[in-house]
């Protein structure tokens, strides 16, 4: 019975043993032949090595505590691609508080140093490094900070961007006009700015020929922009009364503006019986009214491309005035969205625009392929740029490093879908070294 129990103890130890071992990555060893001194010494010196439990693939060199690794180095630690981002370090473990971060992470780490050019995705946008930097916020840069957003479509006020007179921004959910000469100022924060469709006198703007002003309930044109800038509208020759009836079916001859349902519309045409009988903001109404105090879309505006609306809380521009009364964000070759990165169907989208879809961060690489499918759907479209593995949609370009079937390969030349490690992949891909 005893020797029963012994047995089973020492199953029990070699189990416990093994489980130690095949869940270990990195341990340390202590290398008899290292330890100086007698056996009898009591104190003896031992040398201590690192023992890599986790073998790195072919391709890539296993983590080294006692090798010096420089700049985009890369090596095989817990199972990961790790880059160095630092310029020189020996005996620190891959971690971003150590420089180290896997290969293609884009998020952002305040303990990583950057250098230009390099890509980050951070609350929501991707950014580009402008210089060499560490711990500088991406999303709390100025106009001429470390970082540089690469929202495509980006109307967004930065802070310190430069506005001269009629430059239109989007700032605290609302698109602002400018109406002074020069400014850095925060889109509100002066008198010279104003809300885009807000028509309400102000003796601080800056007004041009054929500017229209609300003042006492009246509406007025500007026929003297710089006589009328700082006068009061109806003091003087630089400005013209506007007669404004609310409309009716029976429009005046010669009625060039009228009031409905708190808009100010335009005449467009001359043609009366389309005046008449075609109700401002209707179907009809395309091409006869048009809306001229509001920043928010109306379907049937006649606008001019790259106009700007808001439409659901955001912005767009119109890409296609022959579409324009499509609504935005419902078909393509209409309106694209402006200030956002997630991905649109229905923008259109150049060479070298990011989106993100899914989470994840994807690059144009081919502008007539990536505006008829989404994101990783077809070859030579959209580059995923998140993470090391092969995609087979992606088209990589020369020393571009991928991990496929336990093996870290380097791209020769450019290559959209040859899988690496087969027969006819050798001109495309060999074995990093």
Do not use: C
Request: charged share 10%.
């Amino acid at each position: 019975m005893y020797r029963k129990n012994i047995k089973y103890i020492l199953i029990l130890v070699l189990l416990a043993t093994f489980t130690v071992l095949v869940s270990t990555s990195l341990t340390y060893g202590y290398w008899a032949g290292n330890i100086s001194g007698s056996m009898s010494n009591a104190n003896p010196s031992v040398g201590v090595g690192t023992w890599n439990m986790n073998a790195s693939p072919d391709g890539i060199d296993a983590f080294d505590l006692s090798t010096a690794y420089q700049t985009d180095d890369i090596v095989w630690y817990n199972n990961s691609i790790y880059q160095y981002h630092g310029s020189y370090t020996t005996n620190t473990e891959p971690s971003n508080a150590s420089n180290w971060t896997t290969l293609n992470d884009l998020n952002w780490y305040d303990t990583v140093t950057y250098r230009a050019g390099d890509t980050v995705y951070h609350n929501g946008i991707v950014y580009v490094a402008q210089w060499e930097n560490n711990n500088l916020e991406p999303s709390e840069q100025s106009v001429n900070g470390a970082w540089s957003s690469m929202m495509q479509n980006n109307v967004a006020w930065v802070t310190g961007q430069a506005s001269s007179l009629n430059d239109i921004v989007y700032h605290n959910g609302q698109l602002w006009i400018y109406k002074g000469y020069y400014t850095t100022s925060q889109p509100g924060s002066q008198s010279d700015w104003a809300l885009l469709g807000d028509l309400t006198y102000s003796s601080s703007y800056v007004y041009a020929n054929g500017d229209i002003t609300f003042y006492n309930n009246k509406y007025y044109l500007t026929n003297n922009g710089g006589w009328a800038s700082g006068s009061v509208p109806g003091t003087n020759s630089a400005w013209t009364l506007l007669n404004t009836p609310t409309w009716t079916n029976k429009v005046k001859n010669g009625t060039q503006y009228v009031l409905y349902n708190g808009y100010l519309y335009k005449a467009l045409t001359t043609t009366l019986s389309a005046l008449r009988n075609n109700q401002p903001g209707s179907a009809g109404s395309y091409g006869v009214w048009t809306a001229l105090n509001t920043q928010q879309y109306q379907q049937y505006n006649t606008y001019t491309n790259g106009i700007l609306v808001m439409y659901n809380t955001n912005v767009y521009e119109l890409a296609n005035s022959a579409n324009s009364t499509l609504l935005p964000g419902t078909a393509a070759n209409s309106w694209n969205l402006m200030n956002s990165m997630l991905y649109d169907a229905y923008s259109t989208y150049a060479n070298g625009d990011y989106a993100i879809y899914n989470g994840l961060v994807y690059q144009v690489i081919n502008q007539t392929n990536a505006n008829t499918s989404a994101p990783g759907v077809i070859a030579n479209s959209w580059n995923l740029l998140n993470g090391y593995d092969y995609y087979w949609y992606n088209t990589y370009q020369a020393n571009d490093i991928v991990y496929y079937n336990d093996v870290v390969y380097k791209a020769l030349t450019t290559t959209t879908n040859n899988e690496p490690g087969i027969p006819s992949s050798s001109t495309y891909w060999a074995i990093n070294s």
